[in-house]
């Protein structure tokens, strides 16, 4: 079976960035001002990368041996990722260079990164799956470490490479078990047997497994000890990425995994999980970060409390569900990417200015930065017209229809619990009288991408209706 | 008893015993020599399993190339054996077993209860056939063709970051 | 043939013997190395299933685990001495500027 021209064709935007690394590669070695080259290298491949995705979303497709999936989901889920890295590439610009971290090789991982995610978003096999997770977490333990000179960094890609480690351990053994039972790694294949494999304790075990070694990825308790310090300790361009990239992508997966079951009698066999873990991982992340100073861990708590509500959506298994899971981690890509993007311009290059208190009377000195922040902190929270609340509106929904009322009650009390501390930022910008000199490196980069997402998460916010019909669409 | 069992009783207790070893010995170095040993004999048991291409990557790829990255690890850094949770509190040595037993008794009733050989109907000679390097080759470079660029890129990415984060001095 | 439940009660053994290392060591190479063990436990199930199936995808599988291993152990290794470079240790318990 020799892949056609039409499948490579089809496979673009995988291959965009994949020659993007190496064009860059070649760049970085031969090139004394890759300084300035490579960043708008990197977005120019990443928006371009968006743009063609969202030009060729089409149907569902599967090429390359059933390895692939292209187009529908897939192809959304390209668009939040590549976008995503572009406005990550725009905040790294200055901050890079700020800390004292620029090296070429930043870029490339960037890439990199975002290749894995792609994969494990079109992925079509269980092979193909675990190469893309492996590409991205390899990635990301490299940049998390990549302030070498700092040893608060140094600690965070320790742990997060342990515990990464650790759960791609669990997501083998769990592959292997799936693959005695059902005899083959492809999806669709697994997908159609699946009504008898779902009798067979040794699949679900696996499938258990499985489900337990993405939980650590996708940062929901009880698998999120390595969040907050793993989100505090990298930097912070690098937090924006994997609490939101790296989360959808993901998501993604489990949904490939869940989909086909969703289709079939047994689509409630692992709910009691979900619905146990999207519980713990909502309440625990809410209140927890109540008690949080620093901005960078109030904020990966929160990233488990989200974890928690997009889990809603998966655990409803729904087609509404599905669509509501996509729709909710587009807008939380967008939120906090922009939020990230903000700490990164008020952090300083000791990695100082990142408590709480350093944030008063932000709202004099910055008024710009500040009105934004309070746009993605009023989205973040869920307050109306912003792209946060529709996305919970519609998990939410979905799970009111799949009977699951008081787990979209447990939400909104949740939710209600997250206001307080998302809040208190406004409040601490606007009406807290400032001690301390704030001093705010401009750049004109970081901004753009910060107002690029603020503009996203309020078109999110005023049409929702007609984006979530989008997605629906191509939910099958 | 056929030679089959036989070897596989060494080598199962070989691998099961250098497991628990290695990860009860204090000396980094002599838990990395353990491990090796559990890799050559798990080796073996690929070859009783006719895996003839996958027994002769596991001694060259892991314990020849993986575990000699350990070790030159070891030997740069010589860390200082640990002090072992065990120490502080030796009650959490019989907690950590008594836990350990547990789970293991549950994946066994999971294995025996599910009984995978039921649904099975070995066949020696298609054993030996798909352990070859020509079958699995095949396979590899046709429908796997897409995973095995992606090692590529994996690989590259982790060469990368390797020297970015090992490296001694880097310019500023 | 030897009963297939034989080879994948050993590999549970390996896989738990696995886990309980990386819950109870200290030295964040041995650490890494019950990692390793795992990921072998998980390949030795493969291979049996494989072998006893007589579909070469489980040796594919492991073929790209042992891959995937190597890249983590470059990269792993990468981590452990830029750390020790700045903390002179390897100990997880004493790696606390965060709070673990």
């Known amino acids: ?32 001002k890759s300084e300035k080259i490579l960043p ?28 692939l999936a292209a187009g529908g989901t897939a192809n959304i889920f390209f668009f939040v990722f590549t976008f995503g890295a572009a406005i990550v590439t725009l905040i790294s610009i200055d901050y890079i260079k700020k800390i004292g971290m620029y090296y070429g090789e930043y870029y490339i991982l960037l890439q990199s990164a975002v290749l894995g995610m792609m994969l494990m978003a079109n992925a079509q096999d269980l092979v193909m799956i675990f190469m893309g997770l492996e590409q991205m977490s390899v990635c ?28 791609t351990g669990f997501i083998v053994y769990g592959i292997a078990l799936m693959y ?12 159609n047997g699946l009504l008898i494999y779902s009798d067979n304790i040794i699949f679900v075990a696996g499938l258990l497994l499985f489900i337990i070694g993405f939980s650590f990825k996708i940062a929901a308790v009880p698998f999120h000890m390595w969040v907050p310090d793993v989100y505090q300790g990298s930097p912070t361009s690098i937090t924006a990425l994997m609490s939101t990239g790296g989360k959808a ?28 873990i999207a519980t713990l991982s909502m309440l625990l992340g809410s209140i927890v970060a109540i008690a949080q100073t620093d901005l960078k861990r109030m904020l990966a708590y929160s990233s488990i409390s989200h974890a928690g509500y997009i889990l809603i959506g998966v655990a409803a298994g729904s087609e509404l569900g599905i ?34 208190n350093d944030y008063s009377g932000l709202g004099n000195k910055k008024p710009m930065l500040a009105a934004l922040l309070a746009i993605f902190m009023f989205a973040l929270a869920g307050i109306p017209p912003f792209a946060g609340f529709f996305g919970k509106y519609y998990v939410f929904i979905a799970a009111i229809e799949s009977n699951l009322t008081w787990l979209a009650i447990v939400g909104v009390l949740s939710s209600v619990i997250s206001i307080y501390f998302y809040l208190r930022v406004v409040v601490v910008m606007y009406f807290q009288k400032d001690e301390n000199i704030l001093n705010v490196e401009d750049s004109s980069p970081a901004l753009l991408g910060i107002m690029i997402s603020a503009l996203l998460v309020i078109v999110m916010g005023i049409a929702p209706g007609s984006i979530i019909n989008l997605i629906s669409n191509f939910v099958k | 008893m056929s030679l089959n069992f036989i070897l596989f009783l060494i080598f199962a207790f070989i691998a099961a015993t250098s497991a628990v070893l290695m990860i009860t010995r204090k000396s980094a170095i002599i838990a990395a020599l353990f491990l090796i040993l559990n890799f050559a004999a798990l080796s073996g048991l690929y070859l009783t399993l006719n895996a003839q291409f996958i ?54 009733a999971i294995i025996f209860i599910g009984r995978p050989s039921d649904g099975l109907t070995p066949d020696l000679q298609r054993s030996i056939e798909v352990g070859t390097i020509e079958a699995i080759g095949r396979e590899l470079y046709t429908t796997y063709l897409i995973p095995f660029q992606s090692a590529a890129f994996l690989l590259l990415a982790a060469t990368i970051g390797a020297l970015i984060l090992a490296k001694k001095k880097l310019e500023d | 043939m030897i009963p297939i439940e034989y080879y994948l009660s050993l590999s549970a053994f390996m896989f738990i013997v696995g886990v309980v290392g990386v819950l109870t060591r200290r030295n964040a190479i041995i650490v890494f190395m019950s990692i390793e ?41 990468a981590i452990i001495i830029s750390l020790f470079r700045n903390k002179k240790t390897v100990n997880i318990d004493e790696i606390n500027i965060l709070k673990w």
């Open chain 1, 1 to 32: 079976m020799i892949p056609t021209a039409l499948e490579f064709q089809l496979l673009l935007p995988v291959l965009i960035i994949a020659a993007g690394i190496l064009i860059s590669l070649i760049i970085e070695m031969f090139s004394s």
């Open chain 1, 40 to 67: 708008w290298f990197s977005i120019a491949l990443f928006v371009s990368t968006a743009y063609y995705s969202l030009l060729t979303v089409g149907h569902e497709r599967i090429i390359f041996n059933s390895m």
């Open chain 1, 140 to 167: 990301f333990y490299i940049l998390a470490g990549f302030n070498r000179k700092k040893i608060k960094s140094n600690e965070a890609a320790m742990k997060y490479f342990l515990l990464g480690a650790f759960a």
């Open chain 1, 180 to 191: 005695g039972v059902a005899q083959t790694m492809s999806i669709p294949a697994i997908a």
């Open chain 1, 249 to 276: 992508a993901a998501f993604s997966s489990l949904l490939i995994i869940f989909t086909p079951l969703f289709a079939t009698t047994q689509s409630t066999l692992f709910q009691p999980y979900l619905v146990v």
């Open chain 1, 323 to 356: 669509a509501s899971v996509i729709f909710y981690l587009s807008a939380y890509t967008f939120m906090n990417l922009g939020t990230f993007g903000i700490i990164s311009m008020i952090e300083n290059k000791d990695e100082g200015n990142l408590s709480l």
């Open chain 2, 55 to 108: 027994a002769v990557v596991q001694v060259i790829v892991y314990a020849g190339a993986i575990m000699v990255l350990f070790l030159f690890v070891i030997m740069l850094l010589r860390p200082s054996d640990e002090q072992s949770i065990f120490d502080d509190n030796p009650k959490l040595k019989w907690l950590a077993t008594f836990v350990g037993v547990l789970v293991f008794a549950q994946i066994l």
């Open chain 3, 37 to 77: 063990l795992m990921l072998n436990s998980a390949n030795l199930t493969l291979v049996a299933f494989s072998s006893y199936l007589g579909n070469p995808i489980g040796q594919i599988f492991v073929f790209f685990v042992m891959t995937v291993a190597a890249a983590e152990a470059a990269i792993g290794l």
